[in-house]
């Protein structure tokens, strides 16, 4: 799978989401340069940094210090003094209000859904990441309980091709399975 230069930089630490799949939040959220953005775990910031690349402010939560830094490392590196670490759990409590949009790639991701609903504005997005089906229905079943409106669920399954004098084709090597992408918008009050 090809990793641009601009995330090739980047330090690693706990397993990252791909930038095949940030591209979809990215689009799908539509954030921009007004967009102040949630993001939890922090795990290696690759979501948190591209957020931070095009949103005007980021905060990302970890509970985990030896993370943290390896998240303030790719900050420094980047330049991005929009993009500000918090150590926290989110399951038990987000600090920010009336935000844009709020990330989250965690074990146990449906149990922040709350907090997450509270710290967001009317029509606000909220994103999980999760690599299992199980984890799917439960986060989808709690975003239903919280009244989340437009869910949206997919995988993005992306296909290097060969391109050879003696005939082109999709790689027999890949990616395949990494995470479920969903997507859901709080619903005005009344
Ligand atoms: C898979 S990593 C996140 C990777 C990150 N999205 C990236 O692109 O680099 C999951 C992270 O969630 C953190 N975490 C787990 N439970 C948490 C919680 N309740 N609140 C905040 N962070 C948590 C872990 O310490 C870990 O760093």
Redesign the pocket.
Known sequence: MFIPGAYRRLK??????LPKD?GIVLAYTGVGRESRCV??????????VSLARVCKEVTT????ED?LKI?EKNRKAEGLENLILRK?????KIYEKDVDLV?L????SD??VGKAYRALREGGQIFG?LPHVEQVKKFVAKMERYGFSDIVVLEAIVRDMLVRKEGSRPSTKGVWHTGYLVFGCKKAAG
């Open positions: 690693r630490g706990p397993q990252v989401i940030i993001d939890a775990g922090a795990g290696s910031g690759w979501l948190a939560y970890d509970t985990r993370f998240v926290g759990d989110v399951t038990k990330t790639d965690l074990p146990n149990r922040a990441y």
